[in-house]
C-alpha cells in the first residue's frame, strides 16, 4: 500500500524558474533555522532575497517551531542579523500556544502549567493568561522519601509543553498530575520535533522528546499547535484575509514545513541549505515531496536571472 502511494505522488521538481512561483503566489511563509538562518549565522543572499520579494509586492511571513523565544525576541534576533521583519510577521510555537488558548476562549480564571522557556510565558503573559512553571521549575528536586505525596494547583486548566533545556523529573510529575488529575486539563504541544539545531556539529534532541515524556506518563495525546498542524496556517490565512492556494511554504524540514504547507493547501518549496539533503529527498522511503526543491532561497535571485 505504501509503496503505491508513493509511485503515484508526483517527485519533486528542481527550481527552474523562479519568476513562475514567484509570480503565481501572494505570500511566502518562510521556516527560519535552516532557510533564513542557521543558529547564529544568516545564510548567504536571505538580505537580497527578501528585499526583492518585497520590491514585488509579496507578503513575507516566517513561522518557527522553536518555543523558547517570543515574537518581540524573534524580532530583535531579525534585527541582529540585519533583516528588516516586523513583529506582525513573525509567528513562532510560543505564540501559537497563546493564540490557540484565545481561540478556544480559555478561562481567564484557570492557570497554564508550563514546561518549556520563557518565549511561551511571555506570549501567556500578554495573552492575559496566569501561569506556572517554565524555568522557575528547573532547579526543583522531589525528595522520594516514603509516603511522599506531591502537591499540585487545581486550578491549571492546560499543561502546554514545549522545548525546555532544563527539563526534570518534577516538571513530567507536576505535568503529569495536572493532565491526570484535573478535569478537562487540555494538553497542547508547541511542537514534536524529534531534533533541534543547539550547535551547527549535530543534531540534539527536540521538543518532542519533552512531549514525548508526558504522552508517556498521562497516556494522552496532545494536541499540536505548530507545523505541520493546520492551526497557525488557519490563523494566518484569517489574519491577513489570504487564500491558501496563493501561499508558498519555504522550509528544510519535510516532516515539519513541507508537510505543514500540504496540509494547507499550499504550494511548497524544499531548501537544501539546512537539515533535508537531496539523497533523503529522494530516498524511495520519503513518500513527502514538495513541488519544488532548490539549494537556497537565493536562488530565486540566480534563477531569476537566468530566466531573463
Request: hydrophobic share 35%.
Amino acid at each position: 500500500m505504501e509503496t503505491n502511494s508513493f509511485t503515484t505522488k508526483a517527485s519533486a521538481q528542481p527550481l527552474k524558474n523562479a519568476d513562475e512561483l514567484i509570480d503565481s503566489v501572494e505570500t511566502f511563509i518562510f521556516d527560519c533555522d535552516g532557510v533564513i538562518w542557521k543558529g547564529d549565522k544568516l545564510i548567504d543572499g536571505v538580505p537580497e532575497t527578501l528585499d526583492m520579494l518585497r520590491s514585488k509586492g509579496k507578503r513575507l511571513v516566517f513561522v518557527t517551531n522553536n518555543s523558547t523565544k517570543s515574537r518581540k525576541q524573534y524580532g530583535k534576533k531579525f534585527e541582529t542579523l540585519g533583516l528588516n521583519v516586523s513583529e506582525e510577521e513573525i509567528f513562532a510555537s510560543s505564540f501559537a500556544a497563546a493564540a490557540y488558548l484565545k481561540s478556544i476562549n480559555f478561562p481567564t480564571d484557570k492557570k497554564v502549567y508550563v514546561i518549556g522557556e520563557d518565549g511561551i510565558l511571555k506570549e501567556l503573559e500578554l495573552a492575559g493568561f496566569q501561569y506556572l512553571g517554565g524555568p522557575d521549575d528547573g532547579g526543583k528536586k522531589i525528595e522520594l522519601k516514603p509516603g511522599f505525596l506531591m502537591e499540585h494547583d487545581k486550578d491549571v486548566g492546560a499543561v502546554v509543553v514545549g522545548f525546555d533545556r532544563h527539563f526534570n523529573y518534577y516538571k513530567v510529575q507536576y505535568g503529569t498530575l495536572c493532565i491526570r488529575e484535573n478535569l478537562g486539563c487540555l494538553f497542547i504541544a508547541t511542537n514534536r520535533d524529534a531534533v533541534t539545531h543547539l550547535t551547527d556539529a549535530q543534531e540534539w534532541a527536540g521538543g518532542g522528546s519533552m512531549v514525548g515524556a508526558i504522552c508517556g506518563s498521562t497516556q494522552r495525546e496532545p494536541h499540536v499547535v505548530g507545523k505541520p498542524s493546520t492551526f497557525m496556517m488557519d490563523y494566518l490565512a484569517d489574519k491577513f484575509g489570504i487564500l491558501k492556494s496563493q501561499i508558498c511554504m519555504v522550509g528544510d524540514r519535510l516532516d515539519t514545513d513541507i508537510l505543514f504547507g500540504q496540509n494547507g493547501g499550499c504550494k511548497t518549496l524544499l531548501v537544501l541549505s539546512g537539515v533535508t539533503s537531496l539523497s533523503m529527498l529522494q530516498s524511495p522511503n520519503n513518500s513527502i515531496q514538495p513541488d519544488f526543491y532548490t539549494n537556497k532561497i537565493s536562488d530565486f535571485l540566480s534563477l531569476k536571472a537566468a530566466t531573463v
